[in-house]
């Protein structure tokens, strides 16, 4: 995947595409994927990089949703436990499962959660993940060590998925490309063209590395923008009302000793009534989340110093050295595009479902959902794109379609497997000028091959690209990723053709962007 190529394409590109797409998040990578394995013309614009906005925020949970349970929404939960499944069918180099143990200090506890989990697993039907248990004080201890032992009285044991939220973009923007989509970076979407009819009929896109514009027609524009959607509503119609409530979540990232574990622990209700995990991911532990309402959506939301207190406080309660500010590796924030119900609602009890709306100009804006079940927002987004767009009807393939990188026993690839099948050509690149296979940082695995990688086959664009999104440098270790920056600066320059001024900004840039990811 090369931007060179995917700018030829646009180029060359005769006649209305099929379907444009704008934004290249979960919820649009998995729009390109799904429309352009049916066999449409699809073109994906993306502002920022891939992944840029909420999708490599996430809490990296491929699951059902045990809250939702709870909240008795039986349908969502099994879709999600579906999709799941899919998932893990579909990618199993990314996803993982994963034990939660849910700590029990009451004595109702182990009843209760251990009924609900039983439940939850059922649901999940021949795409189950592992059946639940409850535990005694001791197998809680051995699965959790670092647990709070005081009036600890037992656990209760689920299985869900996890994954790594930004790979699994890459793999999705590469999946798309194999299918043929054209899938752009750095390309906003800056107008949205209408016919005499009133009807919208294309975009007009700027290319934020060259300042050229394009126009690109199509038979129907799908805005898949996330918390942006209202904005880019309002370049078809000014006066569109919102259709998003954002809420921004926070994850604190610490030491891995904090948890000490293959299993994460899960808080079924924290002193405001949420969900809070602990888990361990990438040889770290991640600790989250919020969720805060906030009034306009931005590319590089910021924590509330009551946020950060608040995940603290709630550690402090359930671990038994608990972790304080300076222990925080990095702090990251994502925003929800919840969308709006009622006045006054509060955003956790706003649809976690999600929503496919078309204006009076016919744009098509489908948000809301979560990560897991990206595919099948997908499939429903491009059945009514075709409708709308009267396009000839394509059955969608992609419960079994392979995602880029699929690879039945990746672990052998070791600390690469996230790669999957891509790892071979990493290991080639580190076998060929062996510095390459150094590790970028003694506290974290990345190496050299990595970076030529990303900036050779994966569109990474900047320096950024590399430490936040093809690697996850600076979502697990803000200070170690801003030390990495000038040798990532060097070999990516070597890559794209960068001259010293250039190398000098993207350092700087870094320096400064990392800076928002320490407290
Ligand atoms: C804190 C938090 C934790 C979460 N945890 C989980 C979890 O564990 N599991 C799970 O399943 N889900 C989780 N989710 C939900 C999941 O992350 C989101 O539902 C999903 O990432 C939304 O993807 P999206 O593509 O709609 O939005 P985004 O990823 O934000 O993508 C929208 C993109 O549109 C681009 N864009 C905007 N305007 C323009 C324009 N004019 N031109 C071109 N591009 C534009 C933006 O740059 C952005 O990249 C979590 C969400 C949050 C906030």
Not at 192 to 200: C, I, N, Y
Request: proline share 5%; net charge negative; hydrophobic share 40%.
């Amino acid at each position: 995947m090369r931007r060179a190529d995917m700018v030829a394409r646009l180029d060359r590109h005769d006649g209305p595409w099929d379907l444009v797409v704008v934004g290249g998040g979960a919820t649009g990578a998995g729009i390109a994927v799904d429309a352009a394995s049916r066999g449409y013309d699809v073109l994906l614009l993306e502002q920022h990089d891939f992944g840029k906005g909420t999708s490599s925020r996430s809490t990296k949970l491929v699951h059902g949703g045990v809250r939702y349970l709870e909240q008795g929404n039986i349908a969502l939960v099994m879709e999600a436990l579906k999709e799941r499944g899919l998932l893990r069918q579909n990618a199993p180099h990314l996803v993982s499962n994963l034990a939660f143990v849910v700590p029990n200090y009451d004595w109702w506890e182990a009843p209760f959660y251990g009924l609900g989990l039983k439940v939850y697993n059922a649901l999940a039907g021949k795409y189950g993940f592992g059946a639940s248990e409850i535990l005694s004080r001791e197998e809680t201890l051995q699965r959790l060590p670092t647990i709070k032992t005081d009036g600890l009285r037992g656990g209760v044991v689920y299985y869900d998925g996890q994954f790594d939220d930004a790979r699994l973009l890459i793999n999705l923007m590469e999946t798309a490309a194999d299918q043929g989509a054209t899938v752009l970076n750095y390309a906003r979407v800056v107008e949205v063209t209408k016919a005499d009819d009133g009807f919208v009929d294309g975009v007009v896109a700027e290319d934020q590395e060259s300042g050229r514009r394009w126009t690109a027609p199509a038979r129907v524009v799908i805005n898949a923008a996330g918390p942006f959607s209202d904005s880019v509503r309002r370049l078809a119609e000014p006066e569109a009302q919102p259709l998003i409530a954002p809420s921004q979540g926070i994850h604190l990232v610490f030491h891995e000793s904090f948890l000490a574990a293959d299993s994460a622990i899960m808080v079924p209700h924290t002193s405001d009534g949420r969900v809070m995990f602990a888990i361990p991911w990438h040889g770290h532990t991640l600790v989250g989340t919020t969720d805060t309402p906030i009034d306009t959506p931005t590319l590089e939301p910021r924590p509330l110093e009551e946020e950060i207190d608040f995940i603290l406080e709630t550690a402090d309660r359930y671990l038994l050295k608990p972790p304080t500010r300076a222990d925080v590796l990095s702090v990251f924030v994502g925003i929800r595009p919840l969308v709006k119900g009622g006045d006054g609602k509060l955003t956790a009890a706003l649809s976690r479902d999600h929503t496919i709306h078309i204006d009076a100009s016919g744009l098509l804006t489908t948000t809301g959902g979560k990560w897991t079940t990206y595919r099948n927002m997908a499939e429903h987004t491009v059945d009514q794109a075709a409708d709308l767009a009267r396009l000839e009807e394509k059955p969608c393939v992609t419960r079994t379609l392979n995602v880029h990188g699929f690879h039945p026993s990746a672990e052998r690839f070791g600390p690469l497997r996230m790669y999957g099948s891509d790892a071979q050509g990493i290991q080639d690149l580190m076998h060929e000028t062996p510095a390459l296979a150094q590790p970028l940082h003694s506290d974290l695995p990345y190496t050299g091959a990595e970076v030529v990688w990303a900036a050779r086959h994966e569109m990474a664009r900047t320096v950024e690209d590399v430490l936040a999104r093809r690697t996850r440098a600076l979502f697990l270790n803000a200070r170690a990723a801003t030390a990495m920056a000038p040798e990532v600066a060097r070999l990516m320059a070597a890559e794209l053709g960068w001259d010293a001024t250039r190398m000098s900004a993207e350092v700087a840039a870094f320096t400064a962007l990392a800076r928002g990811y320490q407290v």
